[in-house]
């Protein structure tokens, strides 16, 4: 089987799990659940770095996205990239910085490999179908947890005069199962809108631009964040502010390549996050 072939295959299956996602159901065993060592494992690794803050639990989320592009895509041909990101989550940000360090104040490591094709469908629009599974431990108990994402990303981009109006959606199945016996099945559409903006200005001999982004997150069955075994806080949607400071080209930053930098926040259903980003989500 050709690699393109393999990739539309890839595309196809997605998009019909994708579609049954309506139909499924959350399982949860309060009994299970230590209201000290249990976080939403997909949500925690997909999270980028940032700290989030759900009822009276905050977590600090560094997240390292290792990976390795095979091959640009082309007009002809699919693109494919390798990924490999590294999450690491404590629990109950310390006031005073040294005590993160703290064994105890570990939440869970966890890593999330997986593949994404690339397609330009035309010269403004590309897709990338993507499939990761993964793993994730608490490192103050014996939970585990097994992770998974499967869905498609969507970007298309309008050179206007003076800026590029970038329009990015997604459709993703994912979810995770601890060993605890909590399940968790989601079902996301998120599309955003992304406004970049010449500067006019060089940084390193690279000209510069401005970008404001809005994301908006819908979760189907519902994002679950448990604080207790007694109780849940529900999510059902999120909303997502951010400005980036951008280049021409590319950055080697701590062995990554980042063409942007900037700070995220993110409200719904008293949920409230700070992100670092690197880049539109799409």
Known sequence: MSLSTFARNACVAALALLASTAALAQTRDFTQIDSERIIDW?????????????GDRTVFVARLPFGYRLRESDAERWGVRLK??????????????DDILERTN????????????????TSQWIIRPTASFGY?????????SRIWEVGIRSLYTVPLRDLDFVLGNALLYAGSNATTGTTQNLGIFSTGLNFIIPTG??????????????????Y????????????????????????????????????????????GFRIGDDFFAIRLLTGFLY
């Open 42 to 54: 997909y949500y925690a690794t997909t999270f980028g770095t940032g700290v989030y803050s759900i």
């Open 220 to 263: 189907f069955n519902r994002l679950d964040f448990f604080l207790d075994a007694n109780d849940r806080r529900e999510v059902n949607q999120q909303y997502e502010l951010a400005m980036t400071l951008g280049a021409s080209k590319p950055f080697d930053l701590f062995g990554f390549s980042v063409d942007r930098i900037g700070v």
């Open 201 to 218: 200005k060089e940084l390193m001999g690279r000209p510069t631009n401005v970008g404001i982004h809005f994301i908006y997150y819908a």
């Open 84 to 97: 490999f990101p590294v999450s690491v989550g404590v629990y109950n940000v310390p006031n005073q910085f």
């Open 106 to 121: 570990f939440g869970a490591v966890s890593v999330l490999p997986g593949i994404e094709f690339e397609r330009q469908v």
């Open 136 to 144: 994730g431990r608490d490192m103050g108990s014996s939970v585990s």
